[in-house]
């Protein structure tokens, strides 16, 4: 079994800043594409950033001058920093991971239980 376990959501000051990590644990040959993607109430889920094997990043256009996505493939952990936050950001935030469990497989898409962010004063 493959899990995705979240951390570092909370609560935070608009203009804060805020880090979040995720950590994928279990049989894992490889992992393609990690991210971050993100759903507030009343809306569907969307992309907020995502970094390939190799490094290779793509943000949604209103993060990608505020948010930095990182990697370390030897700890298969990503980790997303948030600055100059604000109420819109507000969401859960969920990590994914498109791996493959052994060698030969399909890649496989994988989400995490999702951390809350709520930006507010």
């Known amino acids: 079994q493959v899990q995705l376990v979240e951390s570092g959501g909370g609560l935070v000051q608009p203009g804060g800043s805020l880090a979040l990590s995720c950590a994928a644990s279990?049989?894992?040959?490889?992992?393609?594409?990690m991210g971050w993607y993100r759903q507030a109430p009343g809306k569907e889920r969307e992309l907020v950033a995502r970094i390939s094997s190799g490094g290779t990043t793509n943000y949604a256009d209103s993060m990608k001058d505020r948010f930095t996505i990182s990697r370390d493939n030897a700890k298969n952990t990503v980790c997303l920093q948030m600055n100059s936050l604000k109420p819109e950001d507000t969401a859960v935030y969920y990590c994914?991971?498109?791996?493959?469990?052994?060698?030969?497989?399909?890649?496989?898409?994988?989400w995490g239980q999702g951390t809350q962010v709520t930006v507010s004063s």
């Open positions: 279990g049989r894992i040959f490889s992992i393609n594409a």
């Open positions: 994914n991971a498109v791996l493959l469990r052994i060698l030969g497989a399909l890649p496989t898409s994988y």
